[in-house]
């Protein structure tokens, strides 16, 4: 059996599912996959098990049947995307493939990349992870800020950023909105092409949306 390690409130391992989700995949009905939730709030990400999976201690983490570990969330998605679903969502061709790369690595460095960074270096729970650096916290919005400005040009007359069908890169560009909000950077005041962007986004892929379901009560 295969296990994938998540946090379903962490942007990196919210890339996986989302992506799973965008192809009608419930990660939790996965007949293939089992899902271990780590709670960062107990540190699990830093527990001596984890550690010796993965000793960048983060989430998500892919093991395949043969012991193959995959801890990084694009390769984590690349893998799914390739092995799941009908349609791939990293680009149909050769060129949206480039273009998706292109849009998603602008979205990850310029915009989550450093909402992390800002988030990382001013929340308490990340202080023992790293040496928080308070001065790195408004430049680093700014950065992610100033970046916005590109994407709602990109999106002026298109539902997504590459060709008409939901890319990888709106995944990650979303994510970068949605965390944007841990920092105070209202997703929807930074153009009406964005916000229209974030609202249909957010509809289908909250952290509520994919909350893990409820076990059905049950009177046996
Ligand atoms: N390059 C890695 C980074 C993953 C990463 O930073 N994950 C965060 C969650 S979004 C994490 O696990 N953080 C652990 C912590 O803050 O202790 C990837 O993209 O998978």
Redesign the pocket.
Known sequence: MKKLYI?RT????R?ALILLASKGIDVDDMDDIDVIDID?AA?E??SEAFTQMNP?????VLTLDDGTML????A?CEYLDRVYGERSVMGNDVVQRAQVCSMRRIAEFEILYNL?LAF?HSHPL?AQ?VDQVPEFVAPSIARAVKALAYFEASLEGHEYLVGDQLSFADIVLYLGLDFGKALKVDPKAHGANLARFYEKMHERFSIKKLAKAEPKATNE
Do not use: E, L
């Open positions: 946090t962490a942007p990196n391992p890339k960062f540190n990400q830093m960048m201690q983060t989430v998500p801890n990084d969330s694009q984590v992390m990382q990340k992870r």
